[in-house]
């Protein structure tokens, strides 16, 4: 997903809200991902070391995920 919408939630005031929020945080993948990929793909000398680079970053993405859905989680809770 592309930082496009951005300016539209930015110029909502929604930043703030969880619909903000998750918008950035899935931006930021969405632009991040791909370039760190890319990079270790290509740079890397062998495909064993690639897969397994892509394997932690893939964990490293899942666990940055959970966190913030788990403090929103918490937020409800109170």
Do not use: N
Not at 16 to 27: E, F, Q, S, V, Y
Not at 60 to 73: F, K, N, W
């Amino acid at each position: 997903m592309p930082i496009s919408p951005l300016p539209i939630v930015k110029q909502e005031g929604l930043l703030d809200k969880p619909l903000g929020r998750a918008i950035l945080a899935h931006g930021a993948v969405g632009e991040l991902g791909p370039v760190v990929a890319m990079s270790v793909l290509l740079t890397s000398r062998s495909i064993g070391a690639a897969v397994v680079i892509l394997v932690l970053f893939a964990l490293a993405a899942v666990l940055i995920g959970l966190v913030p859905q788990r403090m929103l989680d918490c937020r409800r809770r109170q």
